[in-house]
């Protein structure tokens, strides 16, 4: 069974961080990259970042360079998202994907994405 699953959102203040894990199944993991997307209430998802199977190559959006790291574990199966620095616009729910297959390229398009997670509240007070 095709399972993501999102840990690790909570209620944190503005410039302090939180770190979110998602743990796969060995479908879609295996072989797969992996990505993050947030939505925030009124607007639509959008990429947050994703790291392909080496673990080599990442992409982000701009909006987190330089505050969000991602990162894999494969002995866990699990994908990480380091965020620092955080901001109250980094409100929203934060959701784990992985593409239906092997990618060259890093997808950052939400339709690119086949298996999602159920999602974690990331709450950041000013």
């Known amino acids: 069974q095709v399972q993501l699953v999102e840990s690790g959102g909570g209620l944190v203040q503005a410039g302090g961080s939180l770190r979110l894990s998602c743990a796969a199944s060995?479908?879609?993991?295996?072989?797969?990259?992996m990505g993050w997307f947030r939505q925030a209430p009124g607007k639509e998802r959008e990429f947050v970042a994703a790291?392909?199977?080496?673990?080599?190559?990442?992409a982000y959006a701009d909006s987190v360079k330089g505050r969000f790291t991602i990162s894999r574990d494969h002995a866990r199966r699990t994908v990480y998202l380091q965020m620092s620095s955080l901001k109250p616009e980094d409100t929203a729910v934060y959701y784990c994907?992985?593409?239906?297959?092997?990618?060259?390229?890093?997808?950052?398009?939400?339709?690119?994405?086949?298996?999602w997670g159920q999602g974690t509240q990331v709450t950041v007070s000013s």
């Open positions: 790291i392909n199977w080496a673990g080599l190559g990442t």
């Open positions: 994907a992985a593409p239906d297959g092997h990618q060259i390229v890093i997808p950052k398009m939400s339709s690119e994405y086949a298996f």
């Open positions: 060995a479908r879609p993991y295996s072989g797969y990259t």
